[in-house]
Structures are given as structure tokens and as C-alpha cells.
């Protein structure tokens, strides 16, 4: 009876004298990751773009407060969307499509905590200067949602949901059979 007997070797591989040698200066890639955007242009994360739409929506609503103009406010918050989608990357645009609505309330909230300070009742004060800002912000939210959308749907969006779709049943199917 013979027996196998299961070795690991690690093989190194030789440089050949042709083979040319990176210079320390060369950039260098993880595996699988793309070189960096070309320069000039600024590409955001989702995270970025979302938080670039709180910080937006924070200082227009400081800034309709002391000018006391509300459509200051609205107007920060459409031009915020139509810069993000145009800066985000292709990839999380689905991320960031999804945003809009939540990161106006986070910077509208952040406004209200600060311009609520020395209020006999901050919590009463933050409710109601919220509130107030929604209602008033109602159809700036809407049309600068909606050219957000109307932009991704442009820059490439139908693909992200194709994508998360093949995903998602990919999963689906691999948890089925687990199952099984």
C-alpha cells in the first residue's frame, strides 16, 4: 500500500536579466484597484457627496436665517444636490440617490441646535425652527431630489440598480441552496 503524501512547496519566481525593475517612484496599485482619476478632476465618495450636501444645507440655513430669506435655504440645498451628483463617482451613485431628503434634515437639524442656543427651551426651539424649515424647504427638497435623479439617471444609474439587482440573486440563490 502506498501513501500520498501532500507537500507545499513555494516557488519563488526569478527575475529575468530583461525583465525591467520599478523604480521607487512609481506608483504603486493594490490588486484589483484602479490608478487614481486623472487630475483637475474631483471625484466624491457617496460618503463624501452626502456629507458635502449636510455641510451645504447647515450654512444655507444659517445664511436664510441672517439674511432672513428662506429660499436661501432651498436654493443651498438644490445646488448642493446638482454638485454632488456631478462629483460622485459612477459606482455609488445609487448610495447617493437615496440621501438627499435625510442629509437636508441632518444639516437643517444642526442648524436649528445652533441657532437655538440661549433659548429659554432649546428642545421646544429645535422642534419647532425643524419643522418650520421642512415645511417652508417642501419644494426645494422635491425639485433638488429630483435633479439629482434626473442626473443620475444620465451619469449611469439604471446600472448601479441592474448590478445590485445580479447581486442580490446571486445571494439569494447561494442562501437557497444552503438551505436545501
Do not use: K
Not at 425652527?129 to 427638497?141: E, H, I, Q, S
Not at 425639485?143 to 446600472?159: H, K, N, S, W, Y
Amino acid at each position: 500500500m502506498t501513501t500520498r503524501r501532500d507537500t507545499w512547496e513555494v516557488r519563488v519566481p526569478r527575475r529575468s536579466a530583461a525583465a525591467p525593475r520599478r523604480s521607487a517612484s512609481a506608483p504603486r496599485h493594490r490588486a484589483g484597484a484602479s490608478p487614481s482619476p486623472p487630475r483637475g478632476r474631483v471625484r466624491l465618495t457617496a460618503r463624501g457627496a452626502v456629507l458635502c450636501i449636510v455641510l451645504a444645507s447647515l450654512v444655507s440655513a444659517l445664511l436664510a436665517t441672517a439674511v432672513a430669506y428662506p429660499p436661501v435655504n432651498g436654493a443651498g440645498f438644490v445646488l448642493a444636490c446638482g454638485l454632488a451628483v456631478l462629483t460622485v463617482r459612477p459606482q455609488d451613485l445609487l448610495t447617493l440617490s437615496v440621501s438627499p431628503p435625510l442629509a437636508y434634515f441632518c444639516g437643517v437639524l444642526l442648524a436649528e441646535c445652533v441657532l437655538s442656543v440661549g433659548a429659554d427651551s432649546v428642545l421646544r426651539s429645535v422642534a419647532i425652527g425643524v419643522g418650520l424649515r421642512l415645511t417652508d424647504a417642501a419644494p426645494w427638497l422635491f425639485g433638488g431630489t429630483a435633479l439629482l435623479l434626473v442626473i443620475a439617471l444620465l451619469r449611469g444609474l439604471p446600472q448601479n440598480v441592474r448590478e445590485l439587482r445580479a447581486e442580490l440573486t446571486t445571494r439569494h440563490r447561494r442562501g437557497s441552496r444552503r438551505l436545501s
